[in-house]
């Protein structure tokens, strides 16, 4: 690089004549203010031994570069650490008061610059000058740089720490400070008192792309500008020497080269604030009502070096650029530069004149946000917060992987939004189907989604359709595909630009178009707007309709009889034109991303939930249509395939793949289970009786088509419901987590000094031994992850996020609604359900902190109900069943120290303690029900001997509650109802009749025509059983 001279002509015009009328200065107000921005009032400045200021500021890291060398390795491990300083901030902000909003967009400014520029200094100024600095205590803020001395070459900050904005926390927008490690990459200060960060955070093993040792300078070169550039609103470049600009822009130039470079699709540019900060020179004019003088005086002063710098020229004449403003602009939406005097220096030196710049620059970052934040809302990439966290999740996992791809920002846009709508399951689906070879599969794609519009008009619940083309593809249906094809041109077709003299084709979509036409490694190929491509838009609907006039014409030619065989035959010819699409490339191979889409693959408008043996997911209505039984062999509720619909994989021994699906006329079975830490072994043993009383050898999940459960009870459900234990094995593995699980941390269980060790600790057990306990439980069977079917019976766990229940379900992909991401391994659903305030840490599980669903459900019977209404609609129900953990005449008591958690957590904490029995909720529910429900509804909660309730942590009350629940006897109200005994009441135990029921429950009636003969309907069908004669259980039911 050759040297960039000095600029003199900037200098020049920085000593104006000033206004000697203008008469300045400080208030003692304004004094103590400054004073304590610069460390004064703390003693920070003057301090000796600073270790205690950066001990308490290493709370603040967000993310950085740890290297370790393992006992034994000459080596050094360098990992990417990411704390969960983010999500605490949003966390807090979502819950700063009443008025708080439950949905937040996060902004992120960051401060960058050279070593003693004076960014930490500059970042305490607006927190502390902030009007709202007040209502925080403590308040978070850099430590300032050292002014003399040898500390005052040295980086003050390491990594990169992040600080809330006091004026916007806990607004729509919250603002967030990242204050990164200065450019030269020196050893900083910090170093040499934070070490404790590193332990807590999540790593990313980093891929050295070169096989050379990632160390400090090159983590802060290459690896946190990726990373700030991508996700920034606002970038504060900070300097202090006014006579090296052209130095500064060109090491600033290719800051942003490095995240530029590294990102595609990207939706909208950061801004730029270069902030000349406290410089031995001052220009009253520059404090004066023109906020763009600095500016002008800036690019003024560098503009010689575009032709008279090679870095600059060369840059230029890569891209065409005449001017340092349009070479400035390919990197950032806007620039600006502010002045901030120096403390002490000329007349303007003043704190007065400090903090009143520094006011307006708070002023310009607020309003530059607020500007790239509208810019993104256009194109849909204005992340709230449980996505901004997803996308950051995303984007350390791949800075860390060393992969020469740069950062896609729709492709993470993508797997973060999930579609709600037929348009949006469509528009993705173009994007899989027609990348890359548009032309070759145009007719093939449309001919997919017109079988798709028959099969759907011809689901179960359409009977009455008219079958005609005009029908099928009416209007609406016509202005959803035209909103798809919308979409699709949007936000997944790239841009059909080709360069000239590479050959290489522009990547970018049209909404990610702003940074101009990208290669497919992040290199900038041309200046340019979006070009279209042929795709006509007329054309394809024209062609959806075609093929659907078709279809329909030769399957009407066909004669079928009844709408069955309509249905039969439009899967067929959709089955033929998938294969036909898979052939030219256009539907996903085996074993590749798109496999866990949220909207079925087989059929675009269903939901995905069963896995077939290849991994791909398919909803219901599929696994129903594309049954491969012979029609000789077919038998109500069992299907098999023979190979997937979607990737024709059939060579696996898994094949064929044979599973259940609830036959129509089923009555449901729900299954309820509370909450109650170590008291789930009432439950276990419960249902270990209910089991041994059926007396079928089947695991008892197997009698339940829905099951819910809360905290311990989510785990139970886990293990009887997705791996389909018995209930025998489940309380041995239950055992097992609560003998290992249960470690305290040191002293938080003493009996005098627990109270004051619970306020240096986040929670009273090793969080780590709980989850190394849960892993081991849930290892050793399949499957292993809770998301799909593998079986007819569908489980969700309950947890609470942001102060709200959320499910994890085996039926539902999540990321909407209520539903978090359940592409997760059991035991970290496990986790997710019973993180139990006080006693465990949160779960950072899809951009959410889960703790204990039984903050808010304790008792799961309503959201089971509720649930079962919305996976089936209107259905019938043969068993509601509740359990509990078991009640006593008062609560158990409640841990000391809750001043360890949030007020707010606090105050959701004691009500699961006071309600853990789980009756509240109980009765409330039964007040709500009509006689229809309640009929077939009952719940077993066995009531303690003792007067007070074991704590969910009792480990030593365990075998005494399993003895109890063994011996207890459990009565209901006696009631006459269409599922009473035809011999009358009987009495006895309740959970008798239980067994009873469910064991009656396996029979089912298949209906086969109902005709009428003038007054009398004739209803013809079978009686049916869910167990086919090679089943477990299927002799013993019939003797």
């Given at each position: 690089?050759?040297?960039?001279?000095?600029?003199?002509?900037?200098?020049?015009?920085?000593?104006?004549p000033?206004?000697?009328?203008?008469?300045?200065?400080?208030?003692?107000?304004?004094?103590?203010k400054w004073?304590?921005?610069?460390?004064?009032?703390s003693?920070i400045?003057?301090?000796?031994?600073?270790?205690?200021?950066?001990q308490?500021?290493?709370?603040?890291?967000?993310?950085?570069?740890?290297i370790?060398s393992?006992?034994?390795?000459?080596?050094?491990?360098?990992?990417?650490?990411?704390?969960?300083?983010f999500s605490?901030?949003?966390?807090?902000?979502?819950?700063?008061?009443?008025?708080?909003?439950?949905?937040?967009?996060?902004?992120?400014c960051?401060?960058?610059?050279?070593?003693?520029?004076?960014?930490?200094?500059?970042?305490?100024?607006l927190?502390?000058?902030?009007?709202?600095?007040?209502?925080?205590?403590?308040?978070?803020?850099p430590?300032?740089?050292?002014?003399?001395?040898?500390?005052?070459?040295?980086?003050?900050?390491?990594?990169?720490?992040?600080?809330?904005?006091p004026?916007?926390?806990?607004t729509?927008?919250p603002?967030?400070?990242?204050?990164?490690?200065g450019?030269?990459?020196?050893?900083?200060?910090?170093?040499?008192?934070?070490?404790?960060w590193?332990?807590?955070?999540?790593?990313?093993?980093?891929?050295s792309?070169?096989?050379k040792?990632?160390?400090?300078?090159?983590?802060?070169?290459?690896?946190?500008?990726?990373?700030?550039?991508?996700f920034?609103?606002v970038?504060?470049?900070?300097?202090?020497?006014?006579?090296?600009?052209?130095e500064?822009?060109l090491?600033?130039?290719?800051w942003?080269?490095?995240?530029?470079?590294?990102?595609?699709?990207?939706?909208?540019?950061?801004a730029?604030?270069?902030?000349?900060n406290?410089p031995?020179?001052?220009?009253?004019?520059?404090?004066?009502?023109?906020?763009?003088v600095?500016?002008d005086?800036?690019?003024?002063?560098?503009?010689?070096?575009?032709?008279e710098?090679?870095?600059?020229?060369?840059?230029?004449?890569?891209?065409?650029?005449?001017?340092?403003?349009?070479?400035f602009?390919?990197s950032?939406?806007?620039?600006?530069?502010?002045y901030?005097?120096?403390?002490?220096?000329?007349?303007?030196g003043?704190?007065?004149?400090?903090?009143?710049?520094?006011?307006?620059?708070?002023?310009?970052v607020r309003?530059?946000?607020?500007?790239?934040?509208?810019?993104?809302?256009?194109?849909?990439?204005?992340?709230?917060?449980?996505?901004?966290?997803?996308?950051?999740?995303?984007?350390?996992?791949?800075?860390a992987?060393?992969s020469?791809e740069?950062?896609?920002?729709?492709?993470?846009?993508?797997?973060?939004?999930?579609?709600d709508?037929?348009?949006?399951?469509?528009?993705d689906?173009?994007g899989?189907?027609?990348?890359?070879?548009?032309?070759?599969?145009?007719?093939?794609?449309?001919?997919?989604?017109?079988?798709?519009?028959?099969?759907?008009?011809?689901s179960?619940?359409?009977?009455d359709?008219?079958?005609?083309?005009s029908?099928?593809?009416?209007?609406?249906?016509?202005?959803?595909c035209?909103?798809?094809?919308?979409q699709?041109?949007d936000?997944?077709?790239?841009?059909?630009y080709?360069?000239p003299d590479?050959?290489?084709k522009?990547?970018?979509t049209?909404?990610?178009?702003?940074?101009g036409?990208?290669?497919?490694s992040?290199?900038?190929?041309?200046d340019?707007?979006?070009?279209?491509?042929?795709?006509?838009?007329?054309k394809?609907?024209?062609?959806?309709?075609s093929?659907?006039?078709?279809?329909?014409?030769?399957?009407?030619?066909?004669?079928?009889?009844?709408?069955?065989?309509?249905r039969?035959?439009?899967?067929?010819?959709?089955?033929?034109?998938?294969?036909?699409?898979?052939?030219?490339g256009g539907?996903?191979?085996?074993?590749?991303?798109?496999?866990?889409t949220s909207?079925?693959?087989?059929?675009?408008?269903?939901?995905?939930?069963?896995r077939?043996?290849?991994?791909?997911?398919i909803?219901?209505?599929?696994?129903?249509?594309?049954?491969?039984?012979?029609?000789?062999n077919?038998?109500?509720?069992?299907?098999?395939?023979?190979?997937?619909?979607?990737?024709?994989?059939?060579?696996?021994?898994?094949?064929?793949?044979?599973?259940t699906?609830r036959?129509?006329?089923?009555?449901?079975?729900?299954?309820?289970?509370?909450?109650?830490?170590v008291?789930?072994?009432?439950?276990?043993?419960?249902?270990?009786r209910?089991?041994?009383?059926?007396?079928?050898?089947?695991p008892?999940?197997?009698?339940?088509?829905?099951?819910?459960?809360?905290?311990?009870?989510?785990?139970?459900?886990?293990?009887?419901?997705?791996?389909?234990?018995?209930?025998?094995?489940?309380i041995?593995?239950?055992?097992d987590?609560?003998?290992?699980?249960?470690?305290?941390?040191?002293?938080?269980?003493?009996?005098?000094?627990?109270?004051?060790a619970?306020?240096?600790?986040s929670?009273?057990?090793?969080?780590?031994?709980?989850?190394?306990?849960?892993?081991?439980?849930?290892?050793?069977?399949e499957?292993?992850?809770?998301?799909?079917?593998?079986?007819?019976?569908?489980?969700?766990?309950?947890?609470?996020?942001?102060?709200?229940?959320?499910?994890?379900?085996?039926?539902?992909?999540?990321?909407?609604?209520?539903?978090?991401d359940?592409k997760?391994p059991?035991?970290?659903?496990?986790?997710?359900?019973?993180?139990a305030?006080?006693?465990?840490e949160?779960?950072?599980?899809?951009?959410?902190?889960?703790?204990?669903?039984?903050l808010?459900?304790?008792n799961?019977?309503?959201?089971a109900?509720?649930?079962?209404?919305?996976?089936?609609e209107?259905?019938?129900?043969?068993?509601?069943?509740?359990?509990?953990?078991?009640?006593?005449?008062y609560?158990?008591?409640?841990?000391?120290?809750?001043?360890?958690?949030?007020?707010?957590?606090?105050?959701?904490?004691?009500?699961?303690?006071?309600?853990?029995?789980?009756?509240?909720?109980?009765?409330?529910?039964?007040?709500?029900?009509d006689?229809?429900?309640?009929?077939?509804?009952?719940?077993?909660?066995?009531?303690?001997?003792?007067?007070?309730e074991?704590?969910?942590?009792?480990?030593?009350?365990?075998?005494?509650?399993?003895?109890?629940?063994?011996?207890?006897?459990?009565?209901?109200?006696p009631?006459?109802?269409?599922?009473?005994?035809?011999?009358?009441?009987?009495?006895?135990?309740?959970?008798?009749?239980?067994?009873?029921?469910?064991?009656?429950?396996?029979?089912?009636?298949?209906?086969?025509?109902v005709?009428?003969?003038?007054?009398?309907?004739?209803i013809?069908?079978?009686?049916?059983?869910r167990?086919?004669?090679?089943?477990?259980?299927?002799?013993e039911?019939?003797?």
């Open positions: 690089m050759s040297a960039a001279p000095a600029v003199n002509g900037f200098a020049n015009t920085a000593f104006l000033r206004n000697q009328t203008h008469k300045r200065g400080g208030s003692k107000k304004t004094e103590t004073n304590k921005i610069k460390g004064v009032v003693n400045a003057s301090s000796f031994s600073p270790a205690s200021h950066f308490r500021d290493e709370t603040t890291k967000w993310f950085g570069l740890h370790s393992p006992p034994g390795r000459k080596d050094r491990i360098a990992t990417l650490v990411e704390t969960t300083r605490s901030l949003l966390e807090e902000s979502l819950h700063f008061n009443k008025r708080s909003p439950k949905r937040q967009y996060p902004s992120i960051s401060f960058v610059g050279d070593t003693g520029a004076g960014k930490s200094t500059l970042i305490r100024s927190i502390f000058d902030s009007e709202r600095s007040l209502d925080f205590d403590p308040l978070d803020a430590v300032p740089g050292a002014q003399t001395g040898s500390s005052a070459i040295r980086s003050t900050t390491g990594e990169v720490n992040l600080y809330l904005d004026s916007t926390f806990g729509v927008s603002m967030f400070y990242a204050d990164c490690e450019l030269l990459g020196t050893e900083p200060l910090a170093a040499e008192h934070q070490t404790e590193a332990r807590y955070g999540q790593r990313y093993l980093i891929e792309k070169d096989g040792p990632v160390d400090r300078r090159t983590a802060v070169k290459t690896i946190y500008p990726r990373f700030l550039y991508i920034s609103d970038i504060c470049y900070v300097n202090r020497n006014h006579r090296a600009w052209a500064s822009a090491r600033l130039l290719d942003s080269k490095v995240g530029v470079q590294n990102t595609i699709n990207q939706h909208a540019l950061p730029l604030i270069i902030v000349l406290g031995t020179l001052e220009n009253e004019a520059w404090l004066g009502d023109d906020h763009e600095v500016t005086a800036f690019f003024q002063a560098i503009e010689k070096e575009i032709s710098t090679t870095e600059f020229r060369e840059l230029a004449q890569k891209h065409g650029d005449k001017t340092m403003r349009q070479l602009a390919r950032f939406s806007s620039v600006y530069v502010h901030i005097p120096l403390e002490g220096f000329g007349a303007l003043t704190s007065l004149e400090i903090i009143n710049q520094t006011n307006r620059l708070a002023k310009r309003r530059d946000a607020e500007r790239v934040q509208a810019q993104r809302a256009e194109s849909w990439t204005r992340f709230d917060t449980t996505q901004m966290s997803q996308v950051v999740h995303y984007a350390f996992a791949h800075l992987s060393g020469p740069p950062f896609d920002f729709g492709q993470c846009r993508r797997q973060i939004s999930v579609p709508t037929t348009e949006g399951n469509f528009s689906f173009l899989l189907s027609l990348k890359n070879e548009m032309e070759a599969r145009f007719d093939d794609t449309a001919a997919v989604i017109a079988t798709s519009l028959l099969r759907n008009s011809l179960a619940n359409k009977d359709i008219v079958l005609l083309p029908v099928v593809f009416d209007k609406d249906t016509q202005a959803i035209t909103r798809a094809i919308s699709f041109l936000s997944k077709l790239p841009c059909a080709i360069d590479s050959g290489e522009c990547v970018n049209k909404s990610g178009h702003r940074i036409h990208q290669s497919a992040g290199d900038l190929l041309r340019g707007s979006f070009v279209v491509g042929d795709f006509n838009s007329a394809f609907l024209l062609a959806v309709q093929e659907l006039e078709a279809t329909m014409r030769e399957i009407n030619s066909s004669g079928p009889p009844n709408h069955c065989d309509w039969r035959l439009a899967a067929v010819h959709h089955r033929l034109n998938i294969d036909a699409l898979r052939r030219r539907y996903p191979a085996l074993h590749v991303e798109d496999q866990n909207f079925c693959l087989g059929c675009l408008f269903g939901r995905p939930e069963y077939l043996p290849c991994e791909h997911v909803c219901e209505t599929c696994v129903e249509d594309f049954d491969d039984t012979a029609v000789d077919k038998y109500p509720g069992r299907v098999m395939h023979k190979c997937c619909i979607i990737c024709d994989s059939r060579s696996s021994d898994k094949w064929p793949f044979v599973t699906i036959p129509p006329l089923c009555g449901l079975r729900v299954l309820s289970l509370d909450g109650g830490g008291r789930g072994i009432v439950e276990l043993t419960v249902l270990n209910l089991e041994k009383e059926i007396g079928l050898g089947i008892i999940g197997s009698f339940f088509d829905l099951i819910v459960g809360t905290s311990t009870g989510g785990i139970i459900a886990l293990g009887i419901g997705v791996q389909r234990r018995s209930a025998t094995e489940c041995s593995l239950f055992r987590i609560c003998r290992e699980g249960f470690e305290a941390k040191l002293l938080t269980k003493s009996r005098f000094f627990g109270w004051a619970r306020w240096f600790r929670s009273i057990y090793k969080t780590d031994v709980l989850e190394t306990a849960l892993q081991e439980a849930f290892e050793d069977k499957p292993k992850s809770l998301y799909a079917l593998n079986s007819s019976c569908r489980v969700a766990v309950t947890t609470t996020a942001k102060e709200d229940c959320h499910l994890i379900a085996n039926y539902n992909t999540g990321g909407k609604d209520r539903y978090l359940s997760l059991l035991w970290k659903a496990a986790r997710c359900t019973s993180a305030p006080m006693y465990f949160h779960v950072s599980h899809a951009g959410h902190e889960c703790r204990d669903g039984g808010k459900e304790n799961p019977i309503q959201v109900l509720n649930e079962s209404r919305k996976i089936w209107d259905p019938t129900y043969d068993v509601i069943l509740s359990l509990g953990s078991g009640q006593a005449r609560p158990a008591t409640e841990p000391v120290s809750t001043a360890i958690i949030p007020k707010w957590l606090a105050h959701l904490f004691s009500t699961l303690v006071s309600t853990m029995n789980g009756e509240d909720a109980w009765n409330r529910f039964r007040s709500s029900q006689g229809r429900i309640l009929e077939r509804a009952s719940r077993f909660n066995l009531r303690f001997d003792g007067s007070t074991p704590a969910l942590d009792d480990v030593n009350a365990i075998t005494s509650m399993e003895t109890a629940a063994k011996k207890a006897k459990f009565y209901e109200r009631s006459r109802s269409p599922f009473s005994a035809t011999s009358g009441i009987i009495q006895g135990d309740a959970l008798d009749r239980m067994a009873d029921k469910l064991r009656a429950s396996l029979y089912f009636f298949d209906l086969g025509s005709t009428k003969h003038g007054p009398v309907t004739v013809h069908g079978w009686i049916c059983c167990l086919m004669p090679n089943d477990q259980g299927f002799k039911l019939l003797s």
